[in-house]
């Protein structure tokens, strides 16, 4: 479980690194990642970002079962938070500066692993500290990062920011709200996620969570989880998982619609 202090850093700058968390399972986790990526009739070429769903490898499903990972899960979402859809990444040159939902209510946490050892220069996740508040009026211009030469005469690059440099085995955990970007990566650089968020309890958290859910169609996704995921699930790890599939009746319908008008899945 993370400590008090470490759930106050998160609230208040929307992010946290751990280094060296993960250094023991770093073999296994790796390997499964590659195996996602075996036997793809559309081979990673470093010209684009390739994608994969995470929970395709029943390696990494069982990441939901780890007590490291429960343990940073539950401290900021409860302890029955779920569980949302994760992707496994080679990343190619920069990715400009976005945050990863806008979300008014609820909370979405997303756990990254990075796979190669990253700096501010050859791709770590930058980060805009406290970019993910709300509630506050600053929140609002820093969203201007998106055109940044446009907007503040500078290059993405260049906008104020925290580094995030990262080895493999670090976890890095922040808010789907904080405002991120990398710069200066290769065209082989591995990275994975994970999506977690609070139960809804509101109307308002279940239509927010019904519609990260239906985001998903883009993906070309029939459900939110793979049938490795859940036919793996225990009893605690489908704790995690039920109430995203009791609120994805819309998804299979929307991918279906997305194939028509999609030449192929997004890939982001």
């Known amino acids: 479980m993370l400590t008090p202090q470490q759930i106050a850093f998160f609230e208040t700058f929307g992010f946290l690194v751990l280094p ?20 793809r009739t559309d081979p990673h070429d470093g010209t684009r970002r390739t ?16 007590p490291k990972i429960v343990g ?12 949302l859809a994760g992707d496994a990444n080679y990343y190619v040159g920069d990715t400009g500066w976005h945050s990863d939902g806008w979300h008014d209510v609820g909370l979405y946490v997303k756990i990254a692993f990075y796979l190669d050892p990253v700096t501010r220069d050859t791709g770590c996740l930058r980060v805009i500290p406290g970019s ?5 009026p600053w929140v609002h ?19 104020p920011s925290v580094a995030l440099e990262s080895r493999p085995g670090d976890v890095v955990a922040f808010n789907h709200n ?32 019904r519609g990260f859910i239906n985001s998903q ?17 225990s009893p605690e790890r489908m704790r995690h998982l039920e109430q995203v599939m ?11 619609r997305a194939r028509t008008t999609m030449a192929e899945p997004a890939r982001g």
């Open 20 to 39: 060296g968390l993960m250094a023991e399972e770093i073999g296994w986790i790796t390997e499964g990642f590659e195996e996602l990526f075996q036997g």
């Open 51 to 66: 994608l994969a769903l995470m929970d395709h490898s029943e390696r990494l499903c069982t990441l939901l079962d780890h």
């Open 72 to 83: 940073i899960a539950s401290s900021l979402l409860g302890e029955d938070f779920n569980c």
């Open 132 to 136: 993910h508040r709300l509630d506050s």
């Open 141 to 159: 211009d820093v969203r201007k990062v998106a055109r940044p030469e446009e907007n503040f005469g500078v290059a993405g690059r260049d906008v």
């Open 178 to 209: 904080l405002h991120h970007a990398a710069f200066g990566g290769n065209n082989r650089r591995r990275m994975f996620t994970m999506n977690l968020c609070q139960r809804a309890t509101t109307p308002e958290e279940i239509a927010d969570l």
């Open 217 to 233: 169609a883009r993906f070309w996704m029939e459900h939110t989880h793979s049938d490795v995921m859940r036919r793996t699930a």
């Open 246 to 256: 009791a609120n994805e009746d819309e998804l299979a319908e929307l991918s279906r």
